[in-house]
């Protein structure tokens, strides 16, 4: 069939307006289709710009926190409290850092809060079993962390809680089996394996013998040894029964050291003792002491962890002096092992032949971790001090000044034993010098 020239005109024209409009389909499609993907990502540029926003205030409470700025880190709190009223994530940060800066009773009122209003959240009941733990409402805090373990049983940082409560209450074998538990979890966690490293092994008994030696200058050698037991019955009771050999300038001398401890929350730990023995004038002949400790745990996260302090007075009865000693040390927590201890001690003399005299003397020491690997570990420490004496327990009956420099390290090899070592060197006035290394080995049960 043929069709004539205005036909055919009229179809090309058809094809040409079909085509148009193909195009302009086209391209009103890449339009709308480039109009989504534009709305989708100033949604997704406006999430991240949220995203951002919270994480930009909760690190600035984070360095307030560590800094221990608490009213610049309550500040950034209500500002967030203003802009987001009724938000249960800035509850928690309240909660948090009034946890931290040791507002507890204020803290508890906003963890209870926080709890009622998101009770899913594992966060939430691990920060109530934290504060309750700082308190010493231990049973509180069992419940707490067990809630949270119920919300979410792969949690480290959850296994190591549960690890602390358990040590505070002296169960140390559970306690060591949290703590395996969180480093099964996560094999780099810090926490977890300090909190094992704390527990030695998880026993509650520790048998130690030890041999320490002394060479002077202008005497002959010392030699003692000794041998100890430190029970910790439960949470509240330990016991430590030793008895020391002394080997003086040819002359032999032993004494029998007995003390007991009481832990109790909120107070601390007392401890009372003392000690009778053979003296044949190189030693005392009986002893008594004792020593009060209180720490204090600071921050989960920021430099100084805890702080320790500890006073302590101690008699010592001699054939021909009567010596008092009264100590004090404080000790400071960091992360991962390191430790910092600083004391001073007065010592009080009275000889038969001369008055009373007092003698100062100072110390500090730096303990730290050198290496570690599965169970065993090795870890250090350095020390120095300094003071004058009007006697002492090697052969120091008489009045002397001096400097003492040493150190020594620890090896793990098994989670029930370990090995210690010590060596250090005392200068003294008149030319005098001591040189005195040592060790001991531990067995945990």
């Given amino acids: 069939m043929r069709v004539s020239f205005k036909g055919q005109a009229r179809i090309v024209q058809m094809v040409r307006e079909r085509r148009t409009c193909l195009r302009w389909r086209t391209w009103l499609s890449v339009g709308v289709i480039a109009a989504m993907f534009g709305v989708v990502f100033l949604c997704a540029d406006g999430a991240r710009a949220a995203k951002q926003d919270d994480r930009d205030w909760i690190a600035q409470i984070r360095k307030l926190a560590a800094a221990q700025d608490w009213d610049g880190a309550m500040k950034v709190i209500q500002q967030q409290t203003d802009a987001r009223p009724g938000d249960v994530e800035v509850r928690e940060w309240r909660a948090r850092v009034l946890t931290w800066s040791g507002k507890l009773d204020e803290a508890e009122k906003e963890w209870d809060a926080v709890v009622k209003l998101a009770p899913e959240d594992p966060d939430n009941w691990m920060g109530l079993a934290i504060l309750y733990r700082r308190e010493g409402r231990l049973e509180d805090a069992d419940r707490a962390i067990d809630r949270a373990l119920e919300l979410d049983p792969k949690r480290a940082d959850l296994r190591s809680e549960k690890g602390r409560i358990l040590r ?8 060591r089996a949290e703590f395996q538990r969180a480093l099964a979890l996560d094999p780099g966690s810090d926490e977890a394996r300090i909190g094992l490293n704390s527990v030695q092994g998880g026993f509650k008994n520790e048998l130690r013998l030890g041999q320490d030696n002394d060479l002077f200058n202008f005497t002959d050698a010392n030699n003692d040894g000794w041998v100890s037991l430190t029970t910790r019955w439960n949470s509240h009771w330990g016991t430590n029964l030793a008895g020391d050999f002394f080997q003086r300038a040819g002359v032999g001398a032993g004494k029998f050291v007995g003390s007991v401890t009481r832990w109790q ?56 002096a009567r010596i008092l000693t009264l100590n004090g040390t404080s000790i400071f927590y960091f992360p991962k092992d390191w430790r910092f201890s600083f004391g001073l001690t007065g010592a009080r003399s009275v000889f038969t032949s001369t008055g009373v005299d007092w003698k100062p003397s100072g110390m500090s020491r730096l303990d730290f971790p050198v290496t570690h690997w599965k169970t065993r570990a090795i870890s250090g420490n350095v020390f120095f001090a300094a ?36 060596a250090y060197e005392q200068r003294r006035t008149q030319g005098r010098t001591q040189t005195s290394f040592g060790f001991s080995y531990g067995i945990h049960f």
């Fill in 265 to 320: 929350p909120h107070w601390g730990a007392l401890t009372i003792g003392g000690a009778e023995g053979k003296d044949n004038g190189v030693i005392p002949r009986s002893e008594a002491f004792f020593d009060y400790d209180h720490g204090w745990t600071v921050s989960e996260d920021k430099m100084v962890r805890g702080v320790e302090l500890t006073y302590g007075q101690h008699w010592y009865w001699y054939s021909t």
């Fill in 387 to 422: 003071g004058t004496e009007d006697f002492g327990e090697i052969d120091q009956i008489g009045s002397f000044a001096s400097q003492t420099y040493g150190g020594g390290l620890r090896y793990q090899f098994t989670p029930r034993q370990d090995v210690t070592g010590l």
């Fill in 168 to 175: 505070t209450e002296g169960e140390l074998r559970d306690a």
